[in-house]
């Protein structure tokens, strides 16, 4: 197929290092090249792209902080493992209201993530459910050896999506989940037993191919949550 | 409320302008500065933050291109409108497979556009109203005239989530909707009058508070999109 959907807009009101920028990634898109291949050194760019070395360094440095390049020193420049995948894409950090961010995190989850646990059960293969299976055993680990359980709770619910076989749900799902580390400190764990009982229900069903109870278990699980955030909301309200 | 959900990890692994970057990012929360405020000036950085000047050139230089910041020449840098998001968030343009990016956004966009759609006509004022139906009359002005009408074809979308008074639907629309502009040169704008008509069945639901009409029309819109997909797809298939 021809690259499609990538169009370089080149004004004067666009700063130059942009430009080169925007360049650079057609040339990344166009060469196929993907995580972990290396990007021409600044000479080849600068001759390619006809400007200086000082422009690449800036674009580069520009695509660094987009994630789409990275740098190993004394190695080069390398096309990052996700290009263009951000953590907090969407700004959540920077959202005046963390409460209420987490209460409507929650209402788009309860929305997509049993349809995806349905899906899931549908189109499972062995080696996803192996993994998922894997990733609900971390979890559960993490929790009873008393260790921070968050980053692998979110690599449960990927592991979920990627059940789906469809390349957007799992990018969505790190940043529909963003609100789980937010109120850790505040909820004493009481969610933690919940959690290891929940996920394994999840888990089974998708296991056993059962789209039904893929999707109550993780409505359920995801109410539990809900039932959480509004005691910690009570909390918040009493103790002011 | 305390500041939650923001904690700077500092490492020698990671690169002082990105330590930087992250206090000055912790300054923005803290400071509850929002859109159109103005940063302090690197002198007032500086020392607040007890380092260089550079340093700090170089983090705003980060948080520039995360879309954090704004460089306003000769006035100063201001905190940008939506800090923090950025367009293509996912990195959907390094994605080798856009056709079945298309298929799996669309499928996407099937289980959450109807539902808030549904949300959005049960919860939306006569003010939201108003800002929606003018979308859709732009929309089809943009269509009779001949003009691309993509990108306020989003903006429709997006009023309608906001209908939902939820923080997070409206910031999902420009990721999902990242397809709509993709296929534009392939189609022939077969779907320019089905957009009118398809528009204007879900502005009409969400207007007279019809959560059932306004779930159908929206689910009706997105599947005429998914069969055009699917023409598409068969002329891709009989060209090559």
Known sequence: MEQIGFESVRTNDIPLAEQVAAQISELIVEKRLTSEDKLPNEFEL???????????????????????LIIRRGKGTY?????????DPLGFAYFPDQLQLGFDLLEVRLNLEPWI?????ERATDEEIAVMNQNCRTV???????????PNDTEFHISIANCMHNLVAPKLIPIITYSVGLFGSLNGNTLLSETIVGHRAIADAISAHDPDQAEKSMRTHIEQNLDELKAIRQ???EST
């Open 46 to 68: 600068a001759s390619m792209l006809n400007v200086g070395r000082g422009t690449i360094r800036e674009a580069v440095k520009l695509l660094v902080a987009r994630n789409v």
């Open 79 to 87: 096309i990052a493992h996700h290009p263009g995948e951000i953590s």
């Open 117 to 121: 646990a349905r899906v899931a059960a």
């Open 140 to 150: 559960e680990q993490d929790i009873l050896s008393g260790k921070n359980h968050l």
């Open 235 to 237: 909390e918040l309200l």
